[in-house]
């Protein structure tokens, strides 16, 4: 419906009718309005007329244009340059003592910020580029951001094939009524995504390295791989067991740094994925009163996970978990 069509198809007609009427609660009535948007509207035509009954334009006017001459821009640049951590403020009062150029601190803004230059962090990085080219001077911050510039994306953690590195995590299901407390642990192949996971009876490092020894390693064996590298962050069931059954199995145990959870993003997605497409649809449709049953509940999941669920990540491109996992033991 156009604009014209709103006013003559509605606006209009529904005061004529609220005339005809000499009743303007029937008229809104019949209209689907309100008496307090009808009399807005009525007001609006008996102070301005029909052009006072058209919608209000809501689109925003266009700003006032360039007041700078690009000299005094020039000058505004290169003392926000060379002055980076000085506000629109200061830079206007240093001008405008220095060389008797008056402007405001918000039109020195918006000269800053069309130069890309609204932020101190954006000034004080132009600045470090010059004093490379110069001097060879640079921060370790913006080191790394040159490195992601140039490679054209951030740093991984990676591995070139299974067994290399595995990500380990727990995480806290919750309390089942009959079973209990119900920790899992989850396990990700960081070359291929492969997933494995256990219900741990308790948060321990025993618990975990029973796991490692009995549930992981020989998942790998069978797969042809040999399990290398182990991931982990520094909480409790990580440490003390857990570290004797990596030593035993000649397993390298390194951990992320502490509260850099991302560096271990690999099992940390998987374990959001187990839990959103899983356990909360899981516990909505049945009932568990063994430790057993949600186990087989998470195998069936995991079954379908690795083999079934195609992943269209950088890794596997389309392919599923399974296919490269299994691929030694298959050939």
Known sequence: MTLEEKVHGLRLPVTRRAQALENVSRACREAGISRALFYRWRHRLERYGLDGVHPRRHRARPGRPVELTPETERLLLSVAVSAATCGAGRIAGYVGRRWQVRVAPSTVQRALRRAGLATRRQRLTILEHHALQTA??????????????????????????????????????????????????????????????????????????????????????????????????????????????????????????????????????????????????????????????????????????????????????????????WGAAKA
Request: with cysteine.
């Open 136 to 325: 060879g001077l640079l921060t370790e911050r913006t080191r790394q951001q040159l490195w992601r510039e140039r490679h054209g994306r951030t740093r991984h953690v990676e591995a070139r094939e299974p067994g290399e590195l595995v990500c380990l995590d727990t995480f806290y299901i919750g309390q089942l009524k009959g079973v209990g407390k119900v920790w899992q642990i989850t396990a990700c192949d960081a070359a291929c995504s492969y997933g494995v996971a256990w219900l741990l009876p308790a948060h321990t490092a025993e618990a975990a390295a029973h796991f490692l020894r009995t549930i992981l390693v020989p998942h790998y064996r069978r797969a042809g791989w040999r399990l290398r590298r182990v991931l982990t962050d520094g909480g409790p069931e990580f440490h003390g067991a857990f570290d004797d059954a990596c030593h035993q199995l000649g397993l390298r145990h390194t951990r992320t740094k502490p509260r850099h959870a991302w560096t271990n993003g690999f099992v940390e997605r998987l374990q959001g994925t187990i839990l959103q497409e899983h356990w909360r649809v899981a516990f909505r449709r049945r009932y568990f009163t063994s430790r057993t049953a949600p186990q087989r509940s998470l195998d069936a999941f995991l079954r379908f996970y690795n083999h079934e669920r195609p992943h269209h990540g950088y890794r596997l491109r389309g392919h599923t978990p399974a296919a490269l996992f």
